[in-house]
């Protein structure tokens, strides 16, 4: 990791680019884009040799968090899963460049790139950091604690995260899909434009939390509406409305009293009475 720093920000941000590149090139129907990345990578780096002006210091965050979420995007795209984040919000790349409307109060970061997929941290304090774009997907993360900390386009999808802390996080737009969640702290959260898809959210802790545009499977949603309640103080929205739980109801069936007919004939295998 200690070969990603470099005092030079363009030769940092070039490297940053081409371990995402990398990371994902082991996808067979991602190849040709990858190898048009590189090239268009190649001029660009070309351009910025002849080029005097200067980057702003912590513009790598906001290249970093896009390719890592267009990245993570082709490769399920090329491996068949087609999961696909909410749409992001036009100015949600510029935003990533400005502190957390949370005020939170960070450790100081020492990776640029934080890739840590299959890794295992369990029960690791992870609070208050910045760990804006990092990568845990299929990380064992069972009980850590990230209170506090800046997870804007973080990625876990796949990962295993049971009863890990959020409380008073900043989550706008991070991936958690098909994750284990069960009986996790969301108190305070801002969690919007969030992906939940497929994941385990029962048990967990949501008041005052704001999950406004955030795309969560709807029984899982309708789950956290028995609970949920509060409001977030950064952002003023209500939780249950943030969660949409006045239109989710339970299937209950196309029976009379809320019941499946069932009769001699029914279904192929004629069980019925």
């Known amino acids: 990791r200690e070969a ?20 994902f090139a082991s996808a067979p129907a991602a190849r040709p884009s990858v190898r ?36 993570y995007l082709g490769a399920t795209v090329a491996g068949g899963l087609a999961v696909f984040p909410p749409p992001a919000s036009a100015s949600f790349l510029d935003d990533m460049q400005e502190p957390s409307i949370m005020g939170l109060k960070l450790k100081e970061r020492t990776q640029e790139v934080i890739l840590e ?11 208050h950091s910045d760990l804006q774009g990092a990568i845990y997907t299929e990380a064992d993360l069972r009980g850590s604690d990230f209170s506090g900390s800046d997870l804007r386009a973080a990625i876990f999808s796949r990962a295993i995260m049971p009863g890990v802390n959020f409380e008073g996080s900043d989550m706008q737009s991070a991936f958690l899909d098909y994750v284990v969640l069960r009986g996790s702290n969301f108190r305070g959260v801002i969690a919007t434009n ?19 545009e ?23 929205v209500d939780t249950r409305e943030s969660l949409g739980c006045d239109y989710l109801k339970r299937y209950e069936g196309s029976g009379g009293a809320g019941k499946v007919a069932v009769t001699k004939g029914s279904g192929i295998w004629g069980g019925g009475k």
């Open 36 to 71: 048009r990345a590189r090239a268009s990578l190649e001029r660009d780096t070309a351009r910025r040799a002849t080029s005097a002006s200067s980057r702003e210091p912590r513009e790598w965050q906001s290249t970093f968090a896009g390719l890592a979420a267009g990245c």
């Open 194 to 212: 969030a992906n939940f898809t497929r994941s385990d959210l029962g048990e967990c802790d949501v008041t005052d939390a704001d999950f406004t």
């Open 214 to 236: 955030a795309v969560i499977d709807r029984y899982q949603a309708i789950n956290l509406c028995e609970t949920a309640s509060g409001t977030n103080k950064f952002t003023g």
């Open 117 to 127: 997929t299959k890794a295992e941290y369990i029960n690791v304090d992870f609070s």
């Open 4 to 23: 990603f720093v470099d005092p030079d920000p363009h030769r940092n941000d070039t490297r940053a680019r081409l371990v995402m590149l990398s990371v």
